[in-house]
């Protein structure tokens, strides 16, 4: 005799996947418990560099947190790329004909805010200080958790849906026996924090393909600037014995690169060593996976907020209008499953790809360099970086025939400026 569930859905984890589902799937009317298994409200995730794409801007203004986030002083992103050619600067242009635009929030404002709104949403029962050990099943599907507080005591709670939102390495996917597949990642990255730094694109981000290094400056909110740099591992010792002295000197080495010697570096150097690229199948009967426990990208990209918040919001439509009595719930979740794997799948891979610490392939070299020349190539690529549109898309016959056009005419044309 299966036992009467205490919530609709339980969520593990309350940070972005998290935070955005729960709030969605309540305000439909659902109840829904968030078990976080950190204590602190104002938690949040250090090890982020927080350029959040614009593909996930409308999923933010959903959520009714984009003018926060604005108040907060997080910036409307975009990104110039540099590679060999030059500076490409494309921007994506929204059906409105305004340029689409993401945000770069350090995750010391942004986690605390999102989980605000999912605590102050009514239906949404915030459980901090809860490490989720076991799950519970019943006749071959997902019934619910078991949760460790800070005194060992265990809880039980039951929902009719159980949703991994718990990150990189899950817990939940894991206890599931959902087997990630695993590309590994031959860069580490390191990353800091600058005052005073300015840049000459202005408020819009930088990014360099050094082959094989890449580096990235994002101005972000309180007027401070990240700098992150991504390098193959064969340098990982080198590059340990003096960072500090490493990290200058890739950034005094760039094309353009930022002024550094001008700026105050204001927090300590962040390493992340080991950064596999993951993904896992998105959904089975009673659970779903959502964010980093369904796909970890390479940070490098940064894709991972987008994404986060953009799969909470699919799994929460599919699966919210199931749990609310249209139709059975692990059809919708077999949705929310292909859809996640048609949406992302190509795009991680594609990612995971560069991951191996190659250089640019030739079709790459090729569209970056003709859109140093061509807006319609350079917009191209920025709205595949942006996420906007799709890895076929962006690698289309028409787009290289584009490219190749756009290269034959090239010495007619100026090189675009940085800004
Ligand atoms: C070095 C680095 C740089 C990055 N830079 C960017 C970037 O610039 N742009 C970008 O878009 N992405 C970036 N990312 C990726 C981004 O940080 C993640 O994709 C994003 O945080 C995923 O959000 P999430 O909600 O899925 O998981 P997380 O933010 O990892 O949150 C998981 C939550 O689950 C909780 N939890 C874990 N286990 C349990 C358990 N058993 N029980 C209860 N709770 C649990 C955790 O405490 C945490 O709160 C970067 C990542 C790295 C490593």
Redesign the pocket.
């Known amino acids: 005799m299966s036992q009467r569930a205490d919530y609709d859905v339980v969520v593990?984890?309350?940070?972005?996947?998290?935070c955005t589902a729960a709030t969605l799937l309540a305000r439909r009317g659902l109840s829904v418990a968030l078990?976080?298994?950190?204590a602190g409200a104002g938690?949040y995730?250090r090890?982020?560099?927080?350029?959040?794409?614009p593909c996930a801007t409308p999923t933010l203004q959903r959520l009714g947190v984009a003018e926060a986030i604005e108040d907060a002083g997080g910036v409307r992103n975009s990104l110039n790329v540099w590679s060999r050619a030059g500076w490409l600067v494309g921007r994506h242009r929204r059906p409105d004909g305004e340029s689409s635009y993401g945000y770069t929030i350090r995750r010391e404002k942004l986690d605390p805010l999102l989980r605000s709104v999912a605590a102050q949403t009514p239906g949404v029962a915030v459980c901090p200080g809860?490490?989720?050990?076991r799950l519970l099943a019943e006749r071959g599907r997902f019934t619910g958790v078991v949760?460790r507080d800070r005194d060992r005591s265990e809880r039980r709670i039951r929902a009719r849906l159980v949703v991994g939102?718990?990150?990189?390495g899950s817990?939940?996917a894991d206890l599931a026996g959902i087997r990630p597949h695993t590309i590994p990642n031959r860069r580490f990255?390191y990353?800091a924090y600058y005052r005073d730094l300015p840049l000459g694109s202005g408020t819009a981000g930088q990014m360099w393909f050094a082959e094989p290094d890449v580096a990235y400056a994002y101005p972000c909110d309180d007027g401070l600037t990240l700098l992150a740099c991504a390098l193959t591992k064969d340098r990982l010792e080198m590059f340990k014995a003096a960072p500090e002295i490493e990290f200058a000197r890739v950034f005094s080495q760039l094309a353009d690169g930022p002024p550094l010697e001008r700026a105050e570096q204001v927090s300590p150097l962040i390493g992340?060593l080991d950064?596999p690229n993951a993904h896992r199948r998105a959904a089975v009967p009673g659970l779903a996976l959502?964010?980093?426990?369904a796909l970890?990208a390479d940070?490098m990209w940064?894709?991972?907020?987008?994404?986060?918040l953009q799969s909470a919001e699919w799994l929460a439509d599919h699966a919210g209008a199931a749990l609310s009595g249209e139709g059975p719930l692990d059809s919708a979740l077999s949705r929310y499953r292909r859809m996640h794997r048609r949406r992302l799948l190509a795009h991680h891979l594609v990612c995971a790809s560069y991951s191996s610490g190659r250089r640019l392939m030739p079709h790459e070299r090729l569209l970056l360099s003709a859109g140093v020349r061509d807006s319609v190539t350079a917009d191209r690529v920025a709205a595949f970086g942006e996420r906007m549109i799709g890895v076929h898309d962006v690698f289309s016959p028409r787009s290289i025939a584009r490219a190749l056009w756009a290269l034959a005419f090239a010495a007619a044309r100026p090189p675009a400026a940085i800004a």
């Open positions: 593990v984890g309350a940070s972005l996947a998290g078990v976080e298994r950190r938690a995730k090890v982020c560099t927080h350029f959040i794409q809860l490490t989720v050990t949760a939102a718990d990150g990189r817990a939940t990255l990353f992340k950064m959502a964010g980093d426990a970890a940070p940064a894709v991972g907020c987008g994404w986060a």
